[in-house]
DNA sequence: TTCAGACATAGAAAAGTTTCGATGTCTAGC
DNA sequence: GCTAGACATCGAAACTTTTCTATGTCTGAA
């Protein structure tokens, strides 16, 4: 029989992320355009904004999957399938403690891309 | 026979749109996402970044189809439905003036996605 | 070691997106 | 009025995405 998931301490995550191609000062290049658009789609969805928005609100700024399916009414399969495209996107990180997986926000990735949208010339 | 695009004056756009739901802060609606996700739906595709990178930094802030259409390297019909994306979702203007369709963005509609993405707890 | 449960992966059906060629519409010049 | 040209719309083909059910893997308790 397996518990409900204890709250345990997260590790702080390193900062990364590439970043700040200025959007309207100057035509981006393809590569350019095909990087800010891979993150984009993973935020262009509506269940992966709620997860977003559940997750960086949720006490301890994770949360683990069994937390998420329910409110969004879809299957498990699903919701993982959307928190894979959030972690691939970089803006999700996936932490395993014992039989949980505790996603949480990378804020820097938000925070960069807010930047190059609103960068102006 | 038509000549080539005449610069005329653009008439300044009034600002606008709706905004600024902290995404962050609390879990938002169902309805709410579907709204944010349109919005990034039409911003997350590499051809209609390059196309609002292009717009932005052209002289004027503006430009016609047929000054997109080349550099980018499909048929103007697909140009124009991409533009008619950026348009549907608010990003861009679109403004007949005789022959041409000139489009342009729409400054403030990403700046309301930034400040949506970039708003903390 | 065995079992229950949390999560991931696989494969398939349905729906949506991107792109094209063909064609329609409208403006401006002749 | 007629024609050329800029742009929009239509319909179809190819591809991608979303979701499900079924099943696999791994952890912790007994």
Redesign the pocket.
Known sequence: ??TSPARQARPLLPLDEACCTPLLREPITASQAADLAGLL?ALA?P?RLRLVSMVAAHEGGEA???ELTEPLG?????I??????LVSAGIFT?DKR????YYALVPSALQALAAVLSADR
């Open positions: 029989m397996i789609k969805d269940i683990c999957v069994c879809l299957t498990q399969p699903t993982s399938h959307h928190l894979k495209i996936r014992g039989v949980w997986a």
